[in-house]
């Protein structure tokens, strides 16, 4: 599933908190996204070098949507992705120094008033400079006002939410995710365009980085983005366009190679209110992006972090589990030398039995019960020792801890031992 968490403090010497999530499927690549000091969000594919996560976004335009339910139609413009996570107010322009914005009542609450709100009749409601209240806000519903005064120093702290384009000449006068300023304003009422629209970044409750991972990010297409994860991960490997598209597709999106098993789907549908059917063991693309909304909106304050040793959040693989993933390599090598087989001799002539050849299979699972760290001689001194046997082999398995390696974590009680 989908795990997140933070530093504790400890990574960088302010003791700022740097927040990272983690995608972990059964078997295929891992996806980290982290914060870093500067608060710009980046993301790693399988602990390689790390690129700015609006990258991993936009590639994400590059591929169809494989979900069963409700696909989203992504193509992963800067427009797209900003207005997927930010909120949007509307400006409207009267003069040259007299603006408004639209009235969008689940934003409102804590933003301040930069000018003195007045009803149509002349009551006050909020003073400049105080914060919207329930009971003002009440009041302006009320009042059924739907345009706001703001000042200029309000106005120009803002970022535009699309292009903004004169549609006479067809020109691009203010372009999306750059800041309103005075001479844009200027050039606006020149061209007689008078409301645009602006994302909702208060600092407060609603923080701008991913917009300043998108100023920091110099790539414009999906192509693009593909290319640059491409070159991440196979480095000094010229990429084509398709060589690259296929390698990110079948990162996440092909079931042959990742798999998230249906404990990881049902834990990501519950995480994200998604309605994704459980046998889509598959990433989608609301899943990824909704990973990201949740990481930024921890970094905002709301939402809690997991605890990775919370038994919750662990499973015990059972014998036939882990003797399925045994069997399933055996298969592959079986699969593999058959296809040899067939390509050195003629296929007229040969009978399956020619070709086909079960030792892989038997050899990996006599491997498996034969010569795995996990087959283990019960240790049957006396009750308690079986016991204590049976808890150690689970946490040091093919892939687990090593007795060098255990941290103090993993031999901590946790309080969830207990029930």
Not at 221 to 247: C, F, H, K, V, W
Not at 413 to 418: E, G, K, L, R, S
Request: proline share 4%; aromatic share 8%.
């Amino acid at each position: 599933g989908a795990f997140f968490d933070h530093d504790k403090g400890k990574s960088h010497s302010s003791g700022k908190l740097l927040y990272n999530a983690r995608i972990i499927p059964y078997r295929g690549s891992w996806i980290d996204f982290e914060f870093d000091h500067k608060d710009l969000l980046y993301v790693r594919i399988d602990r390689r070098r790390k690129l700015p996560a609006t990258v991993l976004i936009r590639a994400l335009g590059a591929v169809g949507d494989t979900a069963k339910k409700n696909p989203l139609d992504f193509k992963g413009s800067t427009e797209e992705i900003l207005n997927y996570y930010y909120a949007t107010e509307t400006i409207y322009l009267q003069s040259a120094a007299d603006f408004e914005k639209s009235v969008e009542l689940e934003l409102l609450p804590g933003q301040r008033a930069t000018r003195d709100i007045k009803t149509k009749a002349g009551e006050l409601i909020v003073k400049k400079n105080r914060k919207f209240t329930r009971a003002a806000i009440k009041k302006l519903e009320a009042a059924k006002m739907t345009k706001l005064p703001i000042d200029a120093d309000e106005l120009f702290t803002k970022v535009s939410a699309y292009d903004v384009v004169d549609e006479n000449t067809g020109e691009v006068i203010l372009e999306c995710n750059e800041e309103v300023s005075q001479e844009k304003v200027d050039e606006l009422l020149k061209r007689d365009i008078k409301e645009f629209k602006v994302l909702f970044i208060d600092n407060l409750n609603v923080g701008p980085y991913l917009r300043e991972t998108l100023m920091l990010d110099k790539i414009e297409s999906p192509e693009q983005a593909i290319m640059e994860i491409y070159r991440r991960l196979r480095p000094g490997d010229p990429p084509t366009p398709e060589t690259a598209t296929n390698l990110f597709s079948n990162l996440f999106f092909n079931p042959e190679r990742y798999d998230l098993s249906k404990v990881g789907r049902l834990k990501l549908n519950f995480k994200f209110s998604l309605e994704e059917p459980l046998d889509g063991q598959i990433l989608t693309k609301r899943d990824i992006l909704e990973v990201i909304r949740y990481l930024i909106d921890l970094k905002n304050g709301k939402g809690t972090i997991d605890d990775i040793d919370h038994l919750g959040n662990r499973r015990v693989r059972a014998v036939g589990e882990l003797l399925e993933n045994q069997y399933r390599i055996g298969l592959v090598r079986m699969e593999r030398a058959i296809k040899e087989r067939m390509s050195l001799q003629e296929i007229e002539t040969l009978m399956p039995h020619d070709l086909i050849n079960a030792k892989p299979v038997t050899a990996v699972i006599k491997e498996f019960f034969g010569s795995s760290q996990l087959s283990q001689f019960m240790d049957q001194t006396n009750p308690l020792s079986e016991v204590t046997h049976k808890r150690r082999l689970s946490a040091l398995g093919p892939g687990g801890l090593t007795r060098e390696r255990a941290g103090f974590e993993v031999r901590d009680v946790h309080p969830t031992h207990y029930g």
